[in-house]
């Protein structure tokens, strides 16, 4: 297996940003911010309309924000986005934003970083139909494991981040049982990525090490699809 970079940590999805070198950290940013993406010279972002902050009035715009910035070398990942049922908009302008956001996935070849709530059945059929094509990692993942074997079946990755440390969580049993590549995160929790590697390489028993070494192997593989 190729060895992650000496001393780097993959953070595949936060919204604190870090200037710690030993890092790399993909910074979320949604277009309704409108602003240049990312922190530094070489930050990387993720960036796209995340579902809790578009509508029917303002979705053209940041789809247009989003168009004009999607080719970015430091644009790593469109998202997040996807489907909220608690707190997005009519769920038909959901699908809406979330393929029009597939398609500039495919046109720059970038993955997508995936938010789900309770609405993980407009989600898999998504899978069936484009995961060949399109990496798509659903982010911070703290549902069954049934779910996440039924995720990944549908060509779905996963990323688990600080739920991950509660020892009866979904996120950690799910962690245990999968069988396939998978991120880790922090998402906006306060918590250091290094604790979340040092908790996913005791809920599946390696070394931190080869925690570090299967997470850059998950990052090339999307990279590569």
């Known amino acids: 297996m190729e060895r992650q970079p ?11 940003g870090t200037a ?6 993909i ?6 911010e409108a602003g240049e993406p990312g922190i530094g010279t070489d930050q990387w972002v993720s960036l796209g309309l995340h579902p809790w902050y578009f ?3 303002n979705v053209n715009a940041q789809l247009a924000v989003l168009e004009s910035k999607a080719g970015h070398s430091r644009v790593k990942l469109i998202g997040e986005c ?3 049922r608690l707190r997005g908009p009519d769920m038909r302008l959901q699908h809406r934003a979330f393929r029009s956001q597939i398609d500039l996935a495919l046109t720059y070849g970038k993955p997508l970083i995936i938010h789900c709530v309770k609405a993980f059945d407009e989600l898999l059929p998504y899978g069936g139909e484009y995961a060949s094509r399109l990496p798509m990692i659903v ?3 703290n549902k069954s494991p049934q779910l996440a074997r039924q995720l990944i079946r549908h060509g779905f990755f996963l990323s688990f981040g600080s739920a991950i440390g509660r ?3 979904n996120a950690s049993h799910a962690l245990q049982q999968i069988d396939a ?3 880790l995160e922090t998402d906006d929790s306060e918590a250091d990525i290094r604790a979340i590697y040092e908790r996913a390489a005791f809920l599946r028993n390696v070394t931190v090490d080869e925690m570090k070494d299967a997470i850059f192997a998950s990052w090339k593989k999307i990279r590569l699809i």
Do not use: C, K, M
């Not at 000496?6 to 604190?16: E, K, V």
């Not at 710690?20 to 950290?25: G, L, P």
């Not at 910074?27 to 309704?32: G, I, P, Q, R, T």
């Open 167 to 169: 020892e009866r969580s």
């Open 20 to 25: 710690d070198t030993a890092i790399r950290a």
């Open 6 to 16: 000496p001393n780097q940590w993959l953070d595949i999805h936060t919204h604190r």
């Open 27 to 32: 910074l979320n940013v949604s277009a309704y």
């Open 139 to 141: 982010h911070g993942f």
């Open 55 to 57: 509508t029917a009035e």
């Open 181 to 183: 590549p998978f991120f």
């Open 82 to 84: 996807g489907f909220d």
